[in-house]
């Protein structure tokens, strides 16, 4: 696979043991509780933590290998990240922000059009709705032409119709972006709308059955959502839990 | 009234305060956002001119800037000239005086950017020192113009350190303050009268320019 990731990490409250990969053009959404360690994962990942023991490689290039000493700065792995709160740079505007690290100018006209937010290029962040802030923060992520992205509940703090647009949004670009892409996000409607594959992750394990229990016992769902996620672990040996839910409309 | 200490006291003002923002604001950088051994130590080191009396410090700095102190030894090996009672010679003073001034507005608006912001710069593949240029001192305005308010105003009011470093040679080290002092000395208090009240529009001059450069600050946020 494109992106390896395996994760041993004492956390304080449990530890952090997650094994999973995602490949080109594949959304991993990681999904669970508050407080199960998803965004430790990828943080992780981008390189802002650091992991006790484990592995970490993009297509056969080691990230993190504690065994072998190797812990490759943030700012080498090439990751796109939105974070969950706002993170734009509060003295530049809309295009700048976006801008910050372009390797190539001409694409962040593109990518402003695309998130609907080119009419506001001359804005300052604090001059824009919490939506069209992080559409901005996913452009700036993807200007900078990032070999994995990573998106920490990013759409969380935005209302409804911010959060259905943003999520539309992302679905359609996923897979013309043809890198690995892992969001993490505690609301499962979200993640069976957005995935190709689901990691459930409650207090550092990964545990198929609880989105299982989730689903059944909760009725969480709308009244019609259409989904070709596939449920469970990556990694062979614990992929004896696995749900797969293919094309299938919930109706109440 | 003679202008020449009005002057070296705002050229004074004006060297430290320039040569104190671009040395304080990398050092209150590398506080704020780095674990070093013993920092705790460099910082109360740096905290010291706060506490100490004017004139210890300005003694300590006499013998060390002194000719047979090591930094007047190794200044006068360099430039063939003594480092006491010269012009250079109070900037330096007046840098290690005025230091602490500099760097905790500096260390208090770097604490309150949000650590995010870094961790994104970090992200987008910024180097450290992109990440200070770039992300770190575009959004301390507010905090800048505060140290350059507060090391100018200080340097203006400057008086036991310069004396003991600078004694009071007219045209190269009297200061403002030293010459309102000597002339309250000599019972010319109309020259001290106009020389204090010369003062006054200059500081305000200077805050008011601040103030325009940096609207945050004016604001009081």
Known sequence: MDLEIRIRKKLKLFDLDVAFSCGDGKMLVIVGPSGAG?????????????????????????????????????????????????TLFPNLNVYDNAAFAARDRELIEDLLRMFDIWHLRKNKPHLISGGERQRCAICQALAREPRVLLMDEPFSALDALSRRKLREMMKSVKRELGIPIIHVTHDIREALFLADDILPVVQGKVEPKWILQFMFTAREFDRSMCTDARVGSVSEEEDDIELSIRKKEYRR | ????????????????????????????????????????????????????????????????????????????????????????????????????????????????????????????????????????????????????????????????????????????????????????????????????????????VFLLLVNRLTPEVGNGS
């Open chain 1, 38 to 86: 998803k965004t430790t994962i990828i943080r992780i990942i981008a390189g802002l933590e650091r992991t006790d023991a484990g592995r970490i490689a993009l297509k056969g290039e080691t990230w993190t290998d504690t065994a072998a000493r190797i812990n490759l700065p943030a700012r080498k792995r090439g990751v796109g990240y939105v974070f969950q709160e706002f």
């Open chain 2, 1 to 204: 009234m003679d202008l020449l200490p009005l002057y070296l006291s705002i050229k004074l003002a004006v060297v430290s305060t320039v040569v104190l923002i671009i040395l304080a604001a990398p050092l209150s950088y590398v506080l704020v956002f780095y674990r070093l051994p013993g920092k705790s130590f460099l910082e109360a080191l740096i905290n010291l001119p706060i506490v100490l009396p004017p004139t210890v410090l300005g003694f300590y700095l006499l013998v060390v800037m002194g000719p047979k102190g090591w930094l007047g030894n190794a200044w006068e090996a360099m430039f063939g000239s003594p480092l006491l009672f010269t012009f250079t010679g109070i900037v330096i003073a007046s840098l290690i005086y005025s230091l602490p001034f500099a760097v905790a507005p500096m260390k208090s608006v770097f604490t309150r950017i949000d650590r995010r912001l870094v961790e994104n710069a970090q992200v987008l593949g910024l180097h450290p020192v992109a990440i200070f240029s770039r992300v770190i001192l575009p959004n301390s305005l507010t905090g800048v113009a505060a140290s350059a308010i507060l090391v100018f105003l200080h340097t203006i009011g400057e008086f036991g350190v310069i004396l003991m470093v600078g004694g009071s040679i007219p045209g190269k080290t009297k200061v403002a303050s030293i010459a309102i002092y000597e002339s309250v000395e000599a019972l010319r208090y109309h020259d001290a009268w106009l020389m204090s009240i010369t003062l006054v529009p200059v500081c305000y």
